[in-house]
C-alpha cells in the first residue's frame, strides 16, 4: 500500500532533575553540597533512508518519545543523558508544522538528519549554587521538558520525468514498456493509485527515473479524483511527458484533452504549467488518423514537441527516449 501524506506526533526527552545532596564522609568535618546535574533528554531526529518508498509504517505508529535524561546523583554525578530517537523516512518527504503549514525540512537527498523535537535541559543540582555566603544551599533545578509538536509527513516522488495524462492514457503500458517497473494494467479507469518509479537505461550506461502519475482528470487541482494527492507527485520531475489516448477510445478532442490538464497543472502550481513537456500520442497501434493528425497540428502551432508511439508494438519508443534525453542533458544521440 502507498501511502504519501500522514501526521505523527513526537515527544523529546525531558531532562533529568538535579539532585539535593551534601557530602557526608568520615574525617570530613565540613562536607559540602554534591547534588549533581540531570542528565539531557534525548532529541527526535528525522532522516532519510532510500530504501523506504512510501510512508505506510506511519500509518501504524504515528506518536514517537524519545528518551528522559536520568537524575542527577550525589558526589556531584551527572544524569546519563537521554537516548535520541531515530526516525527514518523516506527519500522526497516534507516535513511541515502540523499546526500553521510552515515547511521545516526537505529530504530531497538520502541521509539528511533533521532534529526535529529537542530534548530538554538537565536541572542543576545543589553543587552548582554553592557560594561564598551560601556554603550549603538547598536548591535544585528541575528538568525542562522536551518539545512536543505534530508534524505532517508529505512524500513527493522524486523522478527525472513524469507521465501524466488523462485515465488509461497509456503510462503503465509505456513505463512497463521502457523500465523495469511492472505496474498494474487494465482497461478501467484510475487502475494506478499510486505512483510507478522505473528506471529506464539509456545508451552508453545512462540512465533517468521516470515516474508513472496516477490519471488526472478536471478538477483534479480542487481534489475531483483525488488529483490533488497526485499532483504533488509531478512537483520534483525535470520533464513531463503528457499522454494522449489518439485511438477511437480517448478522448474526442485531442486539443481539449491537452488543455484540461495544462490548466490543472498551472492551477495546482503555476511553476508546473512551465515544466518542459513533451506532449506524445499514445496507442499508435490503434490509432484515428483524424485524431493523430489534428494532436500533431496543434503541437506544431504550440511550439510543443510531439512524438507518437505505441507501448504495446514499440514503434516510436526510442525516438521518444531520445527526445526525453535531449531535455535532460543525458548522454548523446
Known sequence: ?????????????????????????????????????????GDVVLESNPHLATLL??????????GRGGHGEGSKRHGKDGQDLVVEVPVGTVVSDGDNG?????????GLRFTAARGGRGGRGNARFATSTNQAPRRTEPGRPGQELTLTLELKTLADVGLIGFPNAGKSTLIAAISAARPEIADYPFTT?????????????????????????????????????FLRHVERTRLLAHLIDVSDLGPEDPEEAHRVIQQELKLYKSALARLDQIVVAS???????????????????????????????????????DEMARHLGVGSK
Open 193 to 229: 493509485l499510486s505512483p510507478n518509479l522505473g528506471v529506464m537505461s539509456y545508451r552508453d550506461f545512462h540512465s533517468f527515473v521516470v515516474a508513472d502519475i496516477p490519471g488526472l482528470i478536471e478538477g483534479a487541482h480542487d481534489g475531483s479524483g483525488l488529483g490533488d494527492r
Open 102 to 110: 510552515e515547511v521545516l525540512f526537505d529530504f530531497d537527498k538520502p
Open 57 to 66: 509504517p506511519f500509518r501504524y505508529k504515528k506518536h514517537f518519545k524519545a
Open 283 to 321: 496507442k499508435l497501434d490503434a490509432a484515428n488518423p483524424e485524431k493523430l493528425e489534428r494532436l500533431e497540428s496543434y503541437c506544431r502551432r504550440q511550439g510543443l514537441p510531439f512524438q507518437a508511439i505505441s507501448a504495446a508494438t514499440g514503434s516510436g519508443l526510442q525516438q521518444l527516449k
Open 1 to 41: 500500500m502507498f501511502i504519501d501524506y500522514v501526521k505523527i506526533h513526537l515527544q523529546a526527552g525531558a531532562g533529568g532533575n538535579g539532585c539535593l545532596a551534601f557530602r557526608r564522609e568520615k574525617f570530613v568535618p565540613r562536607g559540602g553540597p554534591s547534588g549533581g546535574d540531570g542528565g539531557r533528554g
